[in-house]
């Protein structure tokens, strides 16, 4: 079982570009979760989709931030235009239909300069 | 545990203790509590999960207790081993939902 799978790992970018996440759930799970954490505010859920359709973003920051899921076997988080607050890591998770348990991604380590 | 600021509640320990964390949950309407283990570099990673129906639920070397009087969870691990060194997160659900509330985090930092 190859896990939650995320790519990149590490991103380094400048303030203004555009950053895009990108997740791969485990296979046969149809809910998906992003998570950003940072040192202040912890694990925070920003957005997560049931059969591919986002169900609730509230919990994403802004407008520069949107999320796809086109298929059940991959999702993006996008990050339009990037800022320097906006570095963190980024977690994917997925879940089991019918299952309660979250299984995370590695994560995406982002510093936006 | 919670933390306040920037710095997480530390539980240090001799390796072949038992350790216990503990965590505060908020909303009397959580059903399904889990605790996750975050490695320096790694995505948190399931432990244990419990219940409300539940009080004590145990695994291999891990316990979950849960006391829903006061709104408390802990989790214990016997015999505890230097590679558990890492942060330990509470998580709760509230029932009927999907979202998981994330607590702090707890750093168990083990010396052998």
């Known amino acids: 079982d190859a896990g939650v799978i995320q790519s990149p790992r590490h991103e380094v970018t400048e303030m203004g570009q555009e950053v895009t996440l990108r997740c791969k759930p485990i296979s046969g799970h149809n809910s998906l979760f992003w998570y950003r954490q940072t040192m202040m505010r912890g694990l925070e859920l920003l957005i997560y989709f049931n059969n591919n359709v986002p169900i609730d973003d509230s919990g994403m920051p802004e407008d520069r931030f949107s999320a796809k899921m086109p298929n059940a076997s991959f999702s993006t988080l996008k990050i339009q235009p990037s800022e320097p607050r906006d570095s963190a890591v980024y977690f994917c998770a997925s879940r089991g239909q019918g299952q309660e348990t979250q299984y995370f991604g590695p994560g995406t380590r982002l510093l936006v300069l | 545990g919670e933390s306040v600021g920037l710095h997480l509640p530390t539980l240090s320990v001799q390796e072949g203790d038992n350790s216990i964390i503990n965590c505060a949950y908020s909303n009397s309407a959580s059903d399904y509590f889990i605790w996750y283990k975050q490695e320096s570099g790694k995505g948190p990673q399931f432990i244990i999960d419990i219940r409300s129906n539940m009080d004590k639920r145990q695994g291999q070397r891990v316990t979950v207790l849960l006391n829903k009087t006061v709104k408390h969870l802990s989790l214990q691990i016997a015999a505890t081993q230097p590679g558990d060194s890492a942060v330990y997160f509470c998580?709760?659900?509230?029932?009927?939902?999907?979202?998981?509330?994330f607590g702090k985090g707890t750093t168990l930092s083990v010396s052998s």
């Open positions: 998580a709760e659900k509230e029932g009927g939902g999907t979202a998981l509330i």
